[in-house]
Each structure stands twice: as C-alpha cells, then as structure tokens.
C-alpha cells in the first residue's frame, strides 16, 4: 500500500531537502534535520536569518522530499510533499517541541524544552503527498 510505503520513508530518514522560493521566484533547496507530527507536520530548528527562512517568510509554499540516499541506483523511493511553511506559532511551540524532542532524543540528539537562543522552531503543514508508482509517476496518497 502507497500509504505505507510513505508513512515508512518519513519514519526511515531524519533528514528532508525543503526546496523554497523568494520573491523574485528564485529557487533554494537546503537539507534540514526533521521531526514530524501525524506525517502532516515537518518539524525543524533554522536560524530566521538563513536564505530558507527568509524565502519561507517572503513566500510560504515549500516543496519537500523525503528519501533515503544510501540505497543503490534504480532502488530509490521517496516521498514528494506540498507544503505552507511558517515559524511555529508561539501559542503552539511548546505542544510542536514536545514532537520535535522525542524524535531529536530517540536519534541520540538533545531534548529541547525550549527554541535555542537564534533559532526558530518552523513548521511546514503537508498539502499534497505523493510516491512514485513502477512506472515513475507521482502517485497521491492521503496520509492526512
């Protein structure tokens, strides 16, 4: 089941490649350690200062990709996912630390009861997910 198999790329990796855009529609595409809520939430730490944060907040549509980059050629499976990225609302850090945390502890990182000093919890809320098919084309699948 596609379902599945995404649901199984998220939990494999802690790594995503956020692809973002400024103003003048400029592509950047940066890798970010992630944590994720219920497969709908992508979870990460970033300096506001960086060139994504800064196009997050110009232009909050992002891209994501999920996959494992170890595998042998013609093996790769990954996860495509259409975003809207924004800082974390502060009502909402604490609840959205708690998740980010347990992933960060459960791969040897930090417990983080609070955002470090110059960085911002940002969240980017799925849209769209989809998975490549046997014949390379973009599948949805709700993992809402």
Avoid: C, K
């Avoid at 960060?104 to 919890?121: H, I, K, N």
């Amino acid at each position: 089941m596609n379902e599945d198999l995404a649901r199984a790329i998220i939990d494999g990796n802690s790594y995503l490649t956020l692809a973002t855009a400024d103003t003048d529609g400029r592509p950047w595409a940066t890798p970010v350690w992630f944590a994720h809520d219920r497969y709908t939430d992508f979870l990460w730490l970033s300096r506001p200062t960086t060139r994504h944060s800064a196009n997050i907040a110009a232009r909050p549509e992002v891209a994501i990709v999920v996959f494992d980059s170890t595998v042998p050629i013609n093996q790769g499976r990954a996860v495509y996912v259409e975003a809207v990225a924004d800082g974390v609302p502060a009502a909402e850090v604490e609840g959205a630390l708690r998740v980010f945390s347990a992933r960060s502890v459960a791969d040897g990182g930090g417990d983080y009861p609070t955002q470090p000093a110059g960085f911002r919890l940002y969240r980017a809320r799925a849209v769209t997910h989809y998975v490549l098919d046997e014949h390379d084309s973009r599948v949805r699948v709700d993992l809402g």
